[in-house]
């Protein structure tokens, strides 16, 4: 999600900068194919593309880039047998081929009109190819652009074309501004969400509590009517108030939300959903199962849970799932629904890779 921070600050046209995107990976690495972080002239770093280990040598190369003008890439081979060539073992482990742009002319240009597509609602293509003397850029919408990385030349595996994904800050919406929607708030305003606060009390909608939130004040009818609650959204509901909590759940059922999460115990939930049939898309309690007690334990298992369905999505779309591949039934692990049958569920896996260190746990797929 740094790719909207970046857009702001070029929007800015605060100074000259470059960008690094990470073409292709070999082996494990901290970030993924296509992920971005800019150099500005002036010494600020935004975004990320590894956890340290390569941005004081990617930045003496963009000081090069920014005077130049001129592209480069590079390789960094961060196998411990091998990393000894950046002065110390870093031991990462894989092999990383990283893009410089000077952000400027063409490519400037079309950032500035995904960062603009993006704030309509609309998700872009960025492509680029290029050969050893100029790189070329376009913008598609995101159905237009199938490639993801081509090759120039197979023997070596040098890519010369990239298309990355640019999409809007997913919207999500806490229903209740108690000490819950705090803790929750402190987190998922850092992993890419647009917040959206709501509360029939605006004593508690307030600056100083969500100072980077927007916020919508009024009864739940209200809050639906003036928000419009779109396919792409995420809520969680959090108020604590028995009837408006089932207010909020009663108005946005209809609406095939990304994520409808319930806060609260399942004897409360089940008072809350027991006139409504319960879609896939509800998580009720809220969070992943990992022993969470206080707020922002249980913050820190809804952050989790936010991510892995926010990835799974993502990647249900690149491979022509459906929508619900990766959600889970009401209640959790193999417990019978108010409404329905027991059914397979959707949950973070117990398996012997799971707890390896460093091994990436996986949700499993309900059957």
């Excluded at 390789?75 to 894989?94: F, K, P, Q, R």
């Excluded at 598609?140 to 120039?152: G, K, T």
Aim: aromatic share 6%.
């Amino acid at each position: 999600m740094d790719m909207h921070e970046i857009l702001e600050w070029i929007e800015g046209g605060n100074d000259q900068s470059v960008i690094a995107t990470i073409l292709c990976v070999e082996g494990h690495s901290y970030r993924k194919t296509g992920a971005s972080m800019l150099f500005t002239a002036s010494g600020i770093q935004i975004g990320s593309v590894s956890p340290g280990c390569l941005e004081h040598d990617l930045q003496e190369r963009a000081i090069r880039v920014r005077e130049s003008g001129r592209f480069e890439c590079m390789t960094y081979n961060l196998n411990a047998d091998e990393d000894v060539i950046w002065g110390e073992e870093i031991g990462c482990g894989g092999e990383l081929r990283i893009l410089l742009e000077p952000v400027e002319g063409r490519l400037r240009e079309l950032l500035l009109e995904a960062k603009r597509r993006n704030e309509t609602g609309e998700s872009v293509r960025l492509a680029r190819s290029w050969d050893e003397k100029e790189i070329k850029y376009s913008l598609h919408a995101e159905s237009e652009c199938h490639f993801a990385i081509a090759y120039l030349d197979k023997k070596d595996d040098v890519p010369n074309q990239l298309s990355v994904m640019i999409s809007p800050r997913p919207r999500l919406i806490l229903f209740g501004a108690g000490k819950d929607a705090e803790a929750i708030y402190s987190l998922v305003k850092q992993i890419g969400f647009q917040v959206v606060m709501t509360d029939w009390r605006p004593a508690l909608c307030t600056k100083e509590r969500f100072p980077e939130a927007d916020f919508v004040i009024g009864t739940p009818e209200q809050i639906a009517e003036q928000l419009q609650f779109r396919s792409t959204d995420y809520l969680i509901v959090c108020s604590h108030n028995l009837q408006r909590d089932k207010d909020m759940i009663r108005l946005a059922l209809p609406i095939p939300l990304v994520y409808l999460g319930i806060l609260g115990s399942k004897k409360r939930i089940r008072m809350l959903f027991e006139t409504f049939l319960i879609p896939s898309n509800v998580r009720a309690p809220i969070g992943l199962s990992i022993g969470a007690d206080g707020p922002y334990e249980i913050a820190v298992s809804i952050a989790a849970e936010l991510i892995a369905i926010r990835a799974g999505r993502q990647a249900g779309q690149r491979k022509g799932r459906g929508r619900d591949a990766y959600f889970s039934p009401l209640f959790g692990s193999g417990t019978e629904q108010t409404h329905g049958d027991s059914k397979a569920v959707a949950r973070i896996s117990e398996g012997p890779a799971a707890r390896k260190s460093g091994t990436a746990c996986s949700i499993n797929q309900p059957s």
